[in-house]
């Protein structure tokens, strides 16, 4: 069976040398004129200075969070969280690096060639670079983890779990992989959160003062915020991005690993007659699915990038990317499929009803409503339909009309997707079982890879935007840039919807696990809701993402306070500013931004770790159970609403500002209103609504890690047995 | 037994009679200046015709939901449907009648005696009438039902449920009694949505041409919306809470009663030997304990209104009426739980664990939570509180940090009250098992009588407070009203945390109801959330009330907007408006207010009727089911969110007004941020809050009562069955 892990092991030396290749390839393209080299030089020094210090706190907290590990359950789970740190730490800082070699290459060549297509193909590079190393990483992280580790055979075929020197019983390859997707999603966990206050902070900040009240241009070289503010983009939406989209990545490859570990077990102990190889296959099978969907993703990146002729259209060449590697996936994917489980006795057994193609229809079923999902989002929130147009039109009648109206929006918006996702549950679990689940997450992220690609694509060209306005470049490439970065809103509300959606089915399948881990082995898995100390769970646990989320924007409140009034007080003190006589201090607001989002960032990041755990010792697994069923499910509205209203608002300015609307432009009352809405929305949607699939997800890996200790010793069975 | 019926009829007739003495004695208070009495005539005018023009609808639909009921089900649930929505009714109409004739007499003693307790007396006394009513009217309907239709005793000896022609089996009692309660939840929908919608619209489009562009103060006369104002709060802050808590006061008995049958036939099917005497001591126990509630409110609302000496603190003299109804009602409410269970049997196998005490203690542990939760939205909201005045401190810096950190305080405030919630289920389940969790929720609301008084007393002294501004009283008289509206704004977000507590824990009670008897009896009791079907029901059931929050603020703002284009009309075609040397149009802005509300309210308030009932004959029960659980978890949060957000920006606002804050006041830039902010909560906080409970209380009563019939009937059965 290791022959298999040649090709997963070849898809990740793919990967990353494509993404090496295309590193030095963007590296050694002509960076423009001296005042860009040097705009870039300072966004890119804010930016590694801030991951430094950031990496610093989180490497810290991921020690400390290792050693406990490894004292409560097992130094292999310690290890491999330190690996899956390391790993998702290796990505998002590669893939920032590039993004800030990128950007201003990007405005260059834009400049030299004034032509579309060529311009994105270098956004695109610099975008893919990322992609890469996300799936690279990742993979080779879980390759090194299972062939290091192993998946503990001896244990299962005497079904025995292993009990460490504090009496604690776990099964060692489960907590290997949770320890190593734990890893990945608490470097996630910090550079979103970080990330995205700093992002959001500086640029309400500069709205606030430079749009606002000095009335001047987004990315106006006068404004000294706005360094920072594109130093964000980089920090919040490439290097959170990618580490968010690697923790969902890991997170619904390992859930369904770990759950079919768990499957078997129950099946075992119910006196099934079942042989191990079919665990081996069950277990591969996410693995090589992945492998074949990140080889096709190189082929689709390859073929945007070595195209000849592009199309004027650069949301077309994307989503062809896009769809070559999709479509390779699925195909390719039922081979996988075919060749693990074709002939394979006892299928039935673990829930596939639809013999051999079970898995890989569950898959599909994940591919499809993540489509649907993306597309729902970008219906309620993209200026081409009508609910962001109805929502410019608020803006005429003031700004608490337009929030109001976006309030209603986002709230609106979270029906559709939710009737998608219990659909696809229904109908995956029919198909293939919870396992079933656990695959239609890993399909919606089979093509990550491509679509992190994308994503990044986004932010690098909004920064090259903001160098071209920065360094007065020619109008015509800063229309260039534009269209490049509007595309790269239409492709972000997708990805979101790809986030949330596999997040979801990751957390439920991480849930089921988390259940087998303390339930007896075979008992029949029940969390009832009516049992009062889960349903009590469950209700507190629904308040937690709005606690996390109260914080949050709390936090970037504060922190683009303080950047206001480091603005005002430029703009006072140095009156040259304005007339552009004279340069403002940069680096002050990069240092605000840097403090304010390191300051503020640990309490909310740290809130996750520790209620599962802390309520776990005080009221026992029950009520954990509850916790993370209730955060969960509260935790997607909230993602759904802040995501979606946040970009409607963000797209409803966008198109006020294009004239949309007759009489009404920028500087028009409506426009000022409709800045109301986008202010209001940017923490939603970049700060608050990204965190919320991580939230969910690295309660339920830190309660499934720690369950095993928390169900022999908490207080209330402690209670219990003195009263009994 | 039916001897103690002999306390109940005592106490509603008590109540009732009480209240007609009140309604009398105001009526013969003198009502002022003409001008007055003309204001106050057109403000009932209009309330009384919106009230008529809305019950016409609302009767419609109540009788074709009978027509139904009785069709599907029983003729005895239809006719205490429609016996429950004429109560509910009756009680909504007589208190908004006093309601329209206590405001201007409010005014006038204000005017006439200079004296806030004379004054506070006078808007209490009309306040009581609505709590009196409420009271009395409630468990009038449910006397009726029970001395009626009886308990259905010779079904229970043998075990027997009734199965009608179309070959659904029921039980006669829990089917008739959730008959009654749907008739009231229906009716507080309406009024609650309708209300809503009216209030919002007309306050909205008021303030934001009246305040925010010809920047008039509030019930200027010169505002052609301040009449449809002043009628919105009459249907919505009287006619609509009086409904509401009536529902919420009906909900918690009857989820009780329904709960105590089924837990005592499930005892009974798993070979317990209990005696039917049990069972109506358990029925029997929540009628007379709000019986005593209901004595004690009278003697609570007797001891303020006949009192000679009156503090000058209204706050003081309300919170004294509420601490002896309380205090009585606990005190005797142990004798109740005395006289009934003392030296009973088996008591345990009921799961009261302390014995006959155990009910008692369940009710009183609600009695605090209510309490609690209550002072928690009064730290989020007040302008005593950090919270509040942080968050007026952020209007200096504008609407867009006003609005977010007014969100931000909204989504942290969820979790002090749910951990409140989850502590009290898990506490009360401990005490008295699942009952207790349904008395918990009957003690919050055992002295409703007294705190519908108290929350009523609110908009008529605002109601006054307009009088005395469009008539042009003395600045003195409209100190004394502002004074007395100030308290109400409190006592108001202390009521809300019963409704929703009390909410929440009635809905849970009601969902264990709609467990059994879809179960085989005797089965234990599970909603297994791991279970595909229950877990999409889930995800999509919390999206609900995103949903309808979402449709409810679109109407508000839709309605609003034509006011304001009716209020900007009027300003330009009459140009003496402003002036004060001609009249506005008043009548036209009632009307347009009255048709949007029912224009609006319809396809939100069928929501919660249709679409358990549709889901459940296309899912099946489990999947509603989960779409309860879920649709009550979001909805918590979407109560107390939208409530505690609303709240403070409202005080917030005052905060500003009352020049707290040095440099700002009414007029300034941080005051019109304020104005932002509180518009935007008007329909978060009257409007969509405080319809949640009844969203999830009428989902939970609808399925209850239409569950054996898709449970017999729906598409996934029958799929099942094709393919079996």
């Known amino acids: 069976m290791n022959v298999l892990m040649i090709l997963v092991i070849f898809a990740v030396l793919l990967a990353l040398s494509f993404a090496a290749f295309n590193y030095l390839t963007v590296r050694h393209m002509k960076e423009g004129s001296e005042t860009m080299q040097e705009i870039a030089a300072a966004i890119r020094v804010g930016a590694t200075a801030f991951i430094r210090y950031e990496y610093r706190i989180l490497y810290s907290v991921v020690l400390v969070v290792a050693v406990i590990l490894a004292i409560v359950t097992s130094w292999q789970a310690a290890v491999a969280l330190l690996l899956g740190s390391i790993m998702s730490g290796c990505a998002g800082l590669i893939g920032m690096k590039i993004a800030t070699y990128a950007n201003v290459r990007v405005s260059n060549r834009a400049q030299e ?110 404004n000294p915020a706005t360094i920072a503010d594109n130093v964000g983009d980089n920090v919040g939406d490439v290097a959170g991005l990618g580490s968010d989209l690697l923790e969902s990545f890991i997170g619904s490859i390992s859930s369904g690993m770990i759950l079919a570990y768990h499957l078997f077990l129950s099946a075992l102990a119910n006196g099934q007659n079942l042989s191990d190889d079919l665990l081996r296959r069950m277990i591969l099978f996410p693995m090589l699915f992945v492998s074949i969907g990140m080889i096709a993703c190189c082929i689709g990146i390859a073929s945007l990038l070595f195209r000849s002729h592009m199309s004027s259209d650069p949301h077309k060449d994307l989503n062809s990317a896009t769809y070559v590697a999709a479509g390779i996936t699925i195909v390719f994917g039922f081979l996988v499929a075919f ?99 656990a695959m239609a997450a890993m399909g919606m992220l089979s093509f990550v890879t491509v679509t992190v690609s994308v994503d990044t694509y986004g932010p690098i060209s909004d920064n090259a935007g903001g160098i071209a306005e920065m360094s007065g470049l020619d109008p015509e490439v800063r229309e260039i840039t534009d269209t490049l970065d509007s595309v790269g809103n239409t492709t972000a509300a997708i990805g979101k919807g790809f986030a949330i959606g596999s997040g979801a089915l990751a957390a439920l399948a991480l849930m089921i696990s988390y259940l087998y881990s303390y339930n007896e082995v075979g008992t029949e898995l029940v969390l009832n809701i009516m049992d009062a100390m889960i349903l009590a769970g469950a209700i507190a646990g629904a308040a937690l993402p709005f606690l996390f ?176």
Request: hydrophobic residues 45%; neutral net charge; proline residues 4%.
């Open 549 to 724: 989320s109260g914080m949050l924007i709390e936090a970037v409140a504060k922190a683009a306070r303080k950047m206001v009034d480091e603005v005002r007080r430029q703009f006072r003190e140095i009156p040259g500013i304005l007339d552009g006589t004279e340069k403002p201090d940069y680096k002050t607001c990069i240092e605000i931004s840097s403090k304010g989002a390191i300051g503020e960032m640990r309490v909310p990041s740290l809130l996750a770790v520790i209620v599962p755990v802390f309520c776990g010792f005080v009221f026992g697994p029950r009520f954990v159970g509850g916790l993370l069923i209730g955060s969960t499910i509260s935790g997607i509205m909230i993602a759904i609403f802040t995501g979606n209203a946040g970009g409607a608002w963000d797209n409803g300015k966008k198109y006020i500002e294009s004239g949309s609307i007759a009489g009404c432009g920028k500087g028009s009352p409506a426009h000022d209103a409709a800045v109301v809405g986008d202010t209001v929305g940017d923490p939603l949607k970049d700060t608050v609504g990204p965190c919320m699939d991580i939230f969910i997800k690295i309660m339920s890996t830190v309660s499934l890690v720690s369950v095993s200790v928390f169900a022999k010793y908490n207080l209330v069975a402690l209670i219990v047995s003195l009263l009994g």
């Open 113 to 222: 060639s004034r032509n579309i297509g060529e311009t994105v193909k270098v956004a695109f590079r610099g975008g893919s670079v990322m992609g890469l190393c996300v799936g690279g990483f990742a993979l080779l992280g879980l390759v090194i983890v299972y062939l290091v580790f192993g998946l503990g055979m001896d244990q299962i075929s005497q079904l025995d779990s292993q009990i460490n020197w504090i009496g604690v019983s776990f099964l060692p390859f489960p907590m290997t992989l949770s320890g190593y997707a734990l890893g990945c999603s608490m470097v996630a966990m910090f550079n979103r959160v970080g990330g995205g206050i700093y992002t959001k902070a500086a640029d309400m900040g500069a709205d606030l003062v430079g749009k606002t009240e000095a009335h001047i241009p987004e990315d106006d070289p006068r």
């Open 339 to 437: 060749g693990l489980f074709r002939g394979v006795d006892q299928l039935s057994i673990m829930g596939f009803s639809l013999g051999f193609a079970s898995p890989w229809i569950a898959a599909a079923i994940g591919v499809v409503a993540g489509v649907v999902i993306g597309f729902i989002a970008e219906y309620y929130t993209s200026a081409d339909y009508n609910p962001t147009i109805r929502l410019a039109h608020a803006s005429l009648e003031g700004s608490a009309l337009t929030i109001t109206q976006g309030l209603a929006l986002g709230m609106k918006s979270c029906m559709a997707p939710c009737v998608v996702l219990a659909l696809s549950i229904i109908i995956a679990y029919q198909v293939c079982g919870m396992y079933g689940v």
